[in-house]
């Protein structure tokens, strides 16, 4: 009888432990204007999002002047001048338990994207921008996406630049906006990196790529048709490796006028959010191979005001070190 109390105390403490260990969500966010820096969400089950009240990383880096436009040589001033910027917030969690953090910094004029890493997700380290298109003939580095290739140990950077109009195709003509092409570099240490390269190009205007690794050999590239008036909506393409080639696009997934998509696996299936901004909500879709959506709109709920960033676990440990240093 006291053996089997002992085995039973043994196992609620081991259940308990468990418990206080299990994978918890954090969303990365910020609000607009963009100018006050990183937020957070929480979730317990991936799907009902709670606000970790305060601001986690405020913007130091990236150009905050007048800039000589690339495709026209005339001097611009950037939508947000002369104060610094922090959009997009992608996180991804290194095997070393490292938290890395990239963001867009700034609307125009920025030919970099901001970085900077951190153990606790707190206390961040020095912020920097990595300047990655300096010698291209673009204005702009949107919606910097961070993945961590498993397989050769390395990390991937994945964003959306400007392309000069002499470039452009029919299909980026169909459109009133200016267009845009995935670019990307590699690294393992974020001290070097290798030179930009064009990631994926479908023949017209795309931003926002989201990288999920599926299963061996087998990755999805999530981005958004941005193509306006019109379209603005996201979809999927696939791929043998991190750097593709990438083929076969799906159906368009979420409404018309969608940013911002981002993936997180939650049980034995993947949920995509994104950011329906013309409506000021956040949508989102169910799938299990990435070829079926169900729409889920009516099983999550997501603070108003939250903009897109992307989604790491964390552990209740971790959680509660964040609540407790809560600003």
């Known amino acids: 009888m006291r053996l089997s109390k002992s085995?039973?105390?043994?196992?609620?403490?081991?259940?308990?432990?468990a418990c206080t260990e299990r994978d918890v969500y954090l969303f990365t966010s910020f609000r607009e204007p963009s100018i006050h820096g990183?937020?957070?969400?929480?979730?317990?089950?991936?799907?009902?999002?709670?606000?970790?009240?305060?601001v986690w990383l405020t913007p130091e880096v990236g150009n905050d002047a007048p800039y000589i436009d690339r495709f026209t040589g005339d001097t611009v001033t950037p939508k947000y001048c002369p104060t610094r910027v922090l959009r997009d917030p992608s996180?991804?969690?290194?095997?070393?338990?490292?938290?890395?953090?990239?963001?867009?910094?700034?609307?125009?004029g920025s030919r970099g994207f901001g970085y900077a890493h951190s153990?606790?997700?707190?206390?961040?380290s020095e912020q920097q921008v990595i300047p990655v298109m300096e010698d291209s003939c673009t204005n702009n580095v949107w919606a910097p996406e961070l993945f961590?290739?498993?397989?050769?140990?390395?990390?991937?950077?994945?964003?959306?630049?400007?392309?000069?109009?002499?470039?452009?195709?029919?299909?980026?003509?169909?459109?009133?906006?200016?267009?845009?092409?995935?670019y990307y570099t590699k690294t393992k240490d974020f001290k070097t990196f290798t030179p930009a390269k064009q990631y994926y190009d479908i023949g017209y205007n795309t931003i926002d790529g989201f990288l999920v690794k599926r299963g061996d050999n087998d990755y999805v590239f999530v981005l958004k048709d941005n193509r306006k008036p019109g379209f603005s909506n996201c979809f999927c393409v696939y791929g043998p490796t991190p750097e593709g080639p990438f083929a076969d696009p799906c159906e368009p997934f979420s409404p018309t006028y969608s940013e911002g998509p981002c993936v997180v696996r939650v049980g034995d299936e993947w949920l995509i959010y994104y950011d329906v901004y013309r409506e000021y909500r956040y949508g989102a879709v169910s799938t299990k191979d990435f070829f079926t959506f169900t729409p889920i709109d009516d099983k999550i709920s997501v603070p108003e005001g939250h903009k897109h960033g992307t989604i790491v676990k964390i552990t209740k440990r971790q959680l509660r070190a964040l609540q407790s240093a809560e600003k």
Not at 39 to 44: H, I
Not at 91 to 108: A, C, M
Not at 119 to 124: A, M, Q, S, T
Not at 156 to 173: H, K, N, Q, V
């Open 7 to 17: 085995i039973f105390l043994v196992a609620v403490t081991l259940w308990m432990a």
């Open 38 to 54: 990183m937020q957070y969400l929480y979730s317990l089950d991936g799907y009902h999002w709670d606000t970790l009240g305060g």
């Open 91 to 108: 996180i991804v969690q290194g095997p070393d338990g490292t938290f890395h953090l990239v963001w867009t910094t700034q609307w125009s």
């Open 119 to 124: 153990k606790d997700l707190i206390h961040w």
């Open 148 to 182: 961590y290739d498993d397989v050769k140990d390395e990390f991937l950077i994945i964003w959306s630049s400007g392309i000069s109009p002499e470039r452009f195709t029919e299909a980026d003509r169909l459109g009133t906006n200016m267009c845009h092409r995935p």
